[in-house]
């Protein structure tokens, strides 16, 4: 079946710095990743639809400088959270559709980020 | 109005318990329809895909209804190891918040 792998699993660091996440499709082709935030005891909020090859589509809120994405492949899109501070500490999971609609989405791991 | 609205619940139920959940989504061409369910500090997963006709998996039954735009998910028999959050997912809308569910003994 399709498999997104997602890294890190978990990050600690420091406020101001930055991190970067990897989504992969392992064995698919996803022309749309998606990319949630989820803190503790909530619901699943999107923060960015990526396709590949052109910008991603940020929700309202969400800041597209503080949250970059890049989508340069069909496999792989990355999150990086600049200069990271302490309310940014969440889980941050990714998903991938492939074209085909009848697929439903696939999810990463998840990256627990705890900025400190 | 949301794209996809669940009754956050919880659902707090004995063990052996029938639930069920609705969920009603915005856009009535949409075409898949899927129930994941997520564990506590997980992904979620998928549970199983929704079918126009209806479909069962074991003690899981998932039904559309197209002319109401909603799905539900019937749960029968329920164990402990069911609780998590169900989520609704219509594939192409925002989801819903999911409908946290707690079997107890």
């Known amino acids: 079946g399709a498999v997104v792998s997602q890294h890190p699993s978990w990050v600690i660091c420091k406020s101001g710095t930055s991190v970067k996440i990897e989504c992969r499709s392992l064995d698919f082709q996803a022309t749309t990743m998606f990319w949630y935030r989820q803190f503790p005891k909530q619901s699943l909020m999107l923060m960015a639809t990526s396709n590949e090859g052109s910008k991603a589509t940020y929700e309202q809120g969400v800041e597209k400088d503080k949250f970059l994405i890049n989508h340069a492949s069909l496999t792989l899109s990355t999150l990086t959270v600049t200069s990271a501070h302490p309310e940014d500490s969440s889980f941050y999971i990714c998903s991938a559709g492939g074209a085909d609609s009848f697929y439903g989405y696939t999810f990463g791991s998840g990256t627990r980020l705890t900025v400190v | 109005r949301k794209e996809v609205e669940q009754d956050p619940g919880p659902f707090n139920v004995p063990e052996g318990a029938t639930v069920a959940f609705n969920c009603t989504y915005s856009?009535?061409?949409?075409?898949?329809f899927f129930w994941y369910r997520q564990d506590c500090r997980k992904e979620p997963k998928l549970l199983m895909s929704v079918y126009s006709s209806g479909n069962e998996d074991g003690r899981f039954t998932a039904q559309l209804n197209r002319a109401s735009q909603y799905i539900s998910l019937l749960i029968r028999d329920s164990k402990l190891s069911d609780s998590a959050t169900y989520l609704c997912?219509?594939?192409?809308?925002?989801f819903g918040a999911g409908t946290r569910l707690t079997v107890k003994p």
């Open positions: 997912v219509v594939k192409g809308l925002r």
């Open positions: 856009n009535s061409a949409s075409q898949s």
